[in-house]
């Protein structure tokens, strides 16, 4: 794998994250567009895409909306589900039903995890499985990073994960291929493990992390070949290219493998320094395929058939400054991508394709150094100039002051994901004339009390095939409330009148490597459903409560800003029991009181903090299982 390290820079506030991002100078293969909206400092607001700052924070119970709903449907110890790029990991089929897979493992990291496989659940269209059973593996052995497809020409379910040999079993920590797990029928039946694509030779590691998409009649596989280890001294180099990423194809109709682990033409040395997990992406619709390839040091390269992957044509949406095997020679810091790509086709077959800024320079030793403070997700549409290439995404200045207010210990080890921007991990779909696109991004306001931001799931769209976009970014997990760090959210590629996206939640930031972050590994984490009206989206509401609040709904508090003391102004529709939390933007809860038996009408609820410090301040009220959240201003 490549050796990739973290810039030293310690922003501790948002005018020094400024100062990092200050008088950014982009590759000149990068478009006017795009140089207009970047050139100038992110404090200038012409450079900041337009947000939607209204806090919608209501709730009833966990996961309950009008406009959303989320449920959980499993859980698992393994804090990672991808290293850059979104897996398929959820799928709406027809009659309201959906399926969805996810990394299981019922032990953490540091022990090995030999449990770890792929869980599944569905949603037969009246209610989920259990998520505690569905969160033991299908798979017939040790396996990881599931993708789940459907093939409506054979009626099956299939998810296709890679086999890594377990601790205590033969060839332990050798990987050797990918586990096709396939069924017919949707929910019930029995799930069929077979090792396909495995190595030839125990010696040499087979191939890992898999994307793979159904269309018509063939299943489209890309993935990559793992480096050498103990377990498999000998390394995968081809076309002078170590651990390389290929291509394979099985025809669903007579099952067989037509393609095996074939390299893509113009995936040569000079483009492309090594292989690496899951800095890639696939989509098939109709005859068309498309994959995009990108890393930190590699070209963002989208590859495209349109016979089912029998020919390929390359594009080079934005090529690396200097050949890949010269990257030591990159003295000055150059943008790039951060390995966190989605490509989609929309109804007439061309490709969308979304990736993550990042920023990086190499050292004479040839180890990579990166600069985390990117947040921007950019666009190019196939068919268009590779000089329309747009910023939509951004993890948005929910306050309005001009700059993203971040913790302290936002770029700290344990907030980060390998070497993702802020943000990040985009995935999208298409369906009739529109294209959504969610992405990962930290949440000003969101902090722990290290200083550390939590993550929520964002989403912008357009209506008309890429043309324009939606001038607000939704959150769409903001309603789930405070200090949980939703991310690695997947996109179902089909829907109904709901879009279906599934992710992990957990009060834990970070993860990956638990040496870094000693909370990674050693938790369950929740793995979510979450259904989004379209319609909701369209009109900007979501994340709203399950049912009418006839409860309570507050009216103000005043004075805002205040000095010590402040009224809740709340009107009860009937006498109860309430309670009213504080927190400051650290995540830290500064005040805490229940007032029982709260008269019917319009009460004052009287908040003493005292001596706090000026700044920010967020407040809940809840009652009878409804919680309101509203932010007020301490002088």
Not at 226 to 237: E, F, K, M
Not at 601 to 626: K, M
Request: charged share 15%.
């Amino acid at each position: 794998m490549k050796r990739i390290f973290l810039l030293g820079f310690a922003f501790a506030s948002s005018a020094a994250f400024a100062q990092a991002q200050k008088n950014r100078v982009l590759p000149t293969n990068y478009n006017t567009a795009v140089n207009t909206v970047k050139k100038t400092t992110d404090t200038d607001k012409s450079s900041v895409v337009k947000i939607d700052n209204s806090k919608k924070l209501s709730t009833t119970s966990l996961g309950k909306g009008s406009y959303s709903k989320a449920t959980k449907i499993g859980e698992t110890m393994n804090n990672q589900q991808t290293n850059g790029s979104i897996y398929t990991r959820v799928y709406a089929h027809a009659g309201g039903k959906v399926s969805a897979t996810w990394t299981s493992a019922q032990e953490g990291i540091p022990s090995g995890s030999s449990s770890r496989g792929s869980g599944y659940n569905h949603f037969n269209g009246t209610s989920w499985g259990n998520p505690i059973q569905s969160s033991l593996r299908i798979d017939p052995e040790r396996t990881g990073f599931p993708n789940y497809t459907y093939s409506a020409t054979t009626n099956e379910e299939m998810i296709l994960s890679h086999i890594v040999k377990a601790s205590g079993t033969a060839n332990a920590g050798a990987a050797t291929g990918i586990m096709l797990n396939r069924k017919t029928g949707l929910g019930a039946g029995t799930w069929t493990g077979t090792a396909v694509l495995d190595s030839s030779n125990i010696l040499i590691p087979g191939i890992l992390w898999n994307r793979s998409v159904v269309s018509g009649n063939y299943l489209h596989v890309i993935a990559s070949f793992t480096d050498s280890g103990s377990a498999q001294p000998n390394s995968v180099t081809i076309n002078g290219i170590k651990s390389p990423q290929v291509y394979s194809r099985l025809n669903l109709t007579n099952n067989t493998w037509e393609v095996k682990k074939m390299i893509l033409p113009g995936y040569t040395k000079e483009r492309v320094f090594s292989g690496g997990s899951d800095n890639y992406a696939i989509d098939a619709k109709g005859s068309n395929v498309a994959i995009l390839f990108g890393g930190l040091t590699d070209d963002l390269t989208l590859y495209k058939s349109s016979d089912n992957g029998s020919n390929w044509t390359s594009t080079i949406i934005d090529s690396f400054p200097v050949p890949a095997f010269d990257r030591i020679k990159l003295i000055d810091t150059t943008y790039s991508n951060d390995g966190s790509l989605s490509v989609t086709l929309d109804k007439n077959g061309n490709a969308h394709c979304f990736w993550a800024l990042a920023r990086m320079i190499s050292s004479t030793s040839g180890s990579v150094n990166y600069y985390p403070g990117q947040n921007e997700i950019l666009y190019w549409k196939e068919g268009t100039s590779l000089d329309s290439i747009n910023v939509v995404g951004q993890s948005p200045d929910v306050d309005g002051n001009g700059n993203l207010d971040l913790g302290t210990s936002w770029n700290a080890a344990g907030t980060r994901y390998f070497s993702n921007s802020i943000a990040t991990m985009p995935h999208a779909m298409s369906v009739d004339n529109s294209i959504y696109m969610i992405f990962s991004g930290m949440t000003e306001g969101d902090v722990d009390a290290n200083g550390k931001n939590y993550r929520d799931v964002y989403l912008r769209y357009s209506s008309d095939l890429g043309t324009t976009w939606s001038t607000k970014i939704l959150n769409l997990t903001e309603f789930l409330g405070f200090n949980q760090e939703q991310v690695f959210a997947s996109i179902s590629p089909t829907s109904d009148e709901n879009l279906h996206l599934t992710f992990s939640q957990s009060n834990i930031i970070g993860g990956y490597d638990a040496t870094d972050n000693t909370d990674a590994g050693i938790t369950n984490y929740d793995i979510m459903h979450l259904s989004v009206p379209i319609a909701n989206i369209l009109i900007g509401n979501v994340g709203i409560i399950n049912a009418k609040n006839d409860v309570f709904n507050i009216v103000s508090n005043y004075p805002n800003p205040f000095k010590g003391i402040t009224n809740i102004e709340v009107n009860f529709a009937q006498s109860t029991n309430a309670t009213v939390k504080v927190i400051n933007v650290m995540g830290q809860e500064v005040y805490n009181q229940n007032f029982n038996k709260v008269a019917a009408g319009l009460n004052n609820l009287e908040i003493n903090l005292g001596n706090v410090a000026a700044g920010v301040y967020f407040y809940s009220i809840e009652a009878n299982g409804f919680k309101t959240t509203g932010k007020m201003i301490a002088e």
